[in-house]
């Protein structure tokens, strides 16, 4: 009974399928099993709605959600997909309900072939086990450590912009992101030796470009499909993350970021995480740390463009937030320095009601 109840912690169960066709095939024989109604929408099977729901889905939704509220049903090829949309739905599905819900058998189950099993394709046991190793990375001053790593890597990527020349934001956006994710997760190097020979924002794209592409070519598994092309990518970064594993674990370097507590975390029973777990999570972190965050800074640019008298109250919010996090970090120094109490240090209020 021990034994059984170590081998579920220590890995994820297998998934059912992966052979897409079979896959397609386990979807409809579970939605003839549900047991209760899907919520209202537009459930015929519809081509033309799956192609628009590739190439453009934000109107799709945003009709969906006029007509049916923010949750509904469409089906995109042959599954009935159920879209939760708000502040509400995410409190609903990832904290006060999260227990009705599976993560590795639903549509992130397609995400493992680049990800493989870390906290976004895992269901509890082994994805508490995860979090709750991860979890002291993301307190609130790791995360403030961050902002230096930030400002700088923006600020290197600003003196690549040449005024009057055109760029793809969503690519330079990307790059920048990609490499705040790489440092400040891992304090890995972007223009270290390894690294360096590698453009993790390019493997990035060409891997989840797989996700973007139509049904039809999904279910092609050559090297030139998009299938390949992920598969190709993934190599090439999980060389960058294994040699990085390798030689960590080599010479004992560590650092402050989650890497390091992923290297060196135990369980209870005093088992460590594998390379190739180290490397799903580190994966998983790199993917969810810069594909979101790379899709709101590109459209904050392109809501910008359209209103570009919100840049200066943009702008007044940033002053604000960085005098801020300037307090904390000497409030944190005096703290540190026992030479009294943070309260006495002044913060951006006190000047600001000092009339500074
Ligand atoms: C604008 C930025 C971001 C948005 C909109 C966003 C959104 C989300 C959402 C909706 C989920 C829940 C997904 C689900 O489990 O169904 C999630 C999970 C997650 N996000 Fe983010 N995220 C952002 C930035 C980040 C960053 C910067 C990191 C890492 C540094 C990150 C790491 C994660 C991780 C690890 C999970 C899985 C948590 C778990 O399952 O325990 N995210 N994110």
Request: net charge negative; hydrophobic share 40%.
């Amino acid at each position: 009974m021990l034994y059984a109840v170590l081998v579920t912690v220590l890995e994820p169960p297998p998934l059912r399928h992966e052979n897409p066709f079979k896959i397609l095939i386990q979807d409809l024989t579970d939605e003839r099993a549900a047991t209760v109604e899907y919520p209202a929408g537009d459930t015929r099977f519809s081509l033309h709605r799956t192609k628009r729901f590739i190439e453009d889905p934000l109107p799709l939704l945003l009709e969906a959600y006029e007509r049916y509220g923010p949750i509904f049903t469409l089906r995109i090829l042959h599954s009935n997909v159920v879209f939760m949309l708000g502040p509400a739905a995410n409190h609903y599905i990832t904290v006060s309900h999260a227990s009705n819900f599976l993560w590795r058998e639903s549509h992130f189950r397609d995400l493992i072939a680049l990800l493989g099993n870390g906290l976004l394709t895992t269901d509890d046991p082994y994805h508490r086990r995860s979090r709750s190793i991860m979890l002291p990375a993301f307190h609130r001053e790791r995360i403030a450590a961050s902002i230096g790593v930030m400002s700088s890597e923006t600020e290197r990527a600003l003196e690549q912009l040449v005024p009057g020349t055109r760029i793809d934001l969503y690519t330079w956006t990307r790059r920048l992101a990609t490499r705040v994710a790489m440092r400040a997760l891992f304090g890995l190097d972007p223009d270290g030796h390894t690294a360096h020979s590698i453009d993790a924002a390019e493997m990035f794209e060409q891997a989840l470009g797989f996700y973007a592409s139509g049904y039809q070519y999904r279910f092609i598994r050559t090297s030139h499909s998009p299938w390949g092309r992920l598969q190709e990518a993934s190599k090439v970064l999980n060389k960058m993350l294994y040699s990085e594993i390798s030689e960590r674990r080599a010479t004992g370097r560590r650092g402050e970021g989650v890497l390091s507590l992923l290297l060196d975390a135990e369980d209870e029973n005093g088992e460590r995480l594998t390379d190739e777990q180290v490397r799903d999570e580190m994966m998983t972190l790199l993917f969810a740390g810069h594909d979101t965050t790379t899709s709101t800074v590109s459209f904050m640019f392109y809501e910008l463009g359209r209103a570009p008298h919100l840049a200066e109250r943009l702008q007044a919010e940033q002053r604000a937030i960085e005098c801020c996090a300037d307090d904390e970090r000497r409030a944190g120094r005096a703290r540190d320095d026992a030479r009294g109490d943070a309260a006495q240090v002044p913060t951006c209020l006190d000047r600001t009601t000092q009339g500074d």
